[in-house]
């Protein structure tokens, strides 16, 4: 049997195999054993990098930023691909506009004017409470 | 920015409009579906007059 346990800081991930020859019911080679131990490793990593708070800090500043250079571009496609499909804009006076596509996006009051240098805070995580700090997107 | 789960984030923003001397203070909240973050709600808070350069 092989087994990794990797510790991401907001889950564990914990994979174990154990494998048998199929023909004679006993453990495989060693070949086998590495090769079982390679994945796992693997697998763990791949599922540390997708939970990596870093990462993720990233992918959300991605998305502001393309956000940000699309509506000052007025580009209508792009901004919508930034929402989800149930997306919604509130405007300073409450009033909300459903839905991602296109057409709805553009009919955001003051999507056609006002090109704005947008900035962002720092990155707290609740569940760690790291302290903010300030940085551009 | 604040992850309220692995899934969920708080992004607040600052957007200066320069031809309009207005500084509007956003909130964006994105959801993470199917490894992509999406903008769910996106709301314009307050405005502030930016001081004269």
Redesign the interface.
């Known amino acids: 049997m092989s087994s990794c346990r990797s510790s991401t800081g907001r889950f564990n991930v914990t994979l174990s195999f154990e494998i048998m020859a199929a023909n004679k019911g006993g453990p495989l080679k060693p070949f086998a054993s590495w090769t079982a131990l390679i994945v796992t490793v693997c697998l763990a990593c791949v599922a540390h990098a997708q939970s990596n708070p870093t990462n993720q800090d990233a992918a959300v500043r991605a998305v502001i930023k393309t956000f940000a250079d699309a509506r000052n571009a007025r580009d209508g496609d792009a901004v919508a691909a930034t929402y989800a499909e149930d997306g919604e804009y509130i405007n300073l006076n409450g009033v909300r506009t459903r839905g991602a596509h296109r057409a709805v996006v553009l009919r955001i009051p003051g999507f056609r004017t006002g090109a704005a240098n947008r900035s962002l805070g720092g990155v707290r995580n609740s569940e760690r409470r790291r302290r903010p700090s300030n940085r551009g997107i | ?6 899934n969920v ?1 708080v ?10 001397k207005t500084r ?1 203070s ?1 909130t ?1 909240v ?4 199917n ?1 992509q ?11 502030t007059i930016m001081p004269a350069r």
């Open positions: 920015m604040e992850f309220v789960t692995p984030a992004v607040r923003a600052i957007a200066e409009f320069d031809e309009i509007l956003e964006y994105l959801i993470k579906d490894d973050w999406k903008i769910r709600v996106h709301e314009a808070g307050g405005t």
